[in-house]
Nanobody
Framework: VQLQASGGGLVQAGGSLRLACAAS????????MAWFRQAPGKEREFVAA????????YYGDSVKGRFTISSDNARNTVYLQMGSLKPDDTAVYYC????????????????????WGQGTQVTVSS
């Protein structure tokens, strides 16, 4: 499975961006896909996750109410709609996917994901 993230860029505080993660190769119908982010000098942080059937959606505390994750299975693409952006949201955003169902108790853990995209830079200016 290959993951290609896109949609990053420079935006002013309070603005919006939409990231996309396109999956190609051998994709499965039940894996979980997620977004993580990593700011300079910080650990990679969980942002949001969604199961491919859309039944389960999770958000990190710092983005709840501002970000929305969604999936388009026909396009094998997961989106992250980001709103009310803050300078603290500045980071490289990575998409990730599990090989199978994953461990539903570990959706926030990097270790539960088997595939990673290359990352896309999001910069929020104040």
């Amino acid at each position: 499975v290959q993951l290609q993230a896109s949609g990053g860029g420079l935006v002013q505080a309070g603005g919006s961006l939409r990231l996309a993660c396109a999956a190609s190769g051998r994709t499965f119908s039940r894996e979980r896909m997620a977004w993580f982010r990593q700011a300079p000098g910080k650990e990679r942080e969980f942002v949001a996750a969604i199961t491919r059937d859309g039944d389960s959606i999770y958000y990190g505390d710092s983005v709840k109410g501002r970000f929305t994750i969604s999936s388009d299975n026909a396009r094998n693409t997961v989106y992250l709609q980001m709103g009310s952006l803050k300078p603290d949201d500045t980071a490289v955003y990575y998409c990730a996917a599990t090989r199978g169902l994953g461990n539903r108790f570990l959706y926030m853990s990097k270790k539960d994901y088997d595939y990673w995209g290359q990352g896309t830079q999001v910069t929020v200016s104040s």
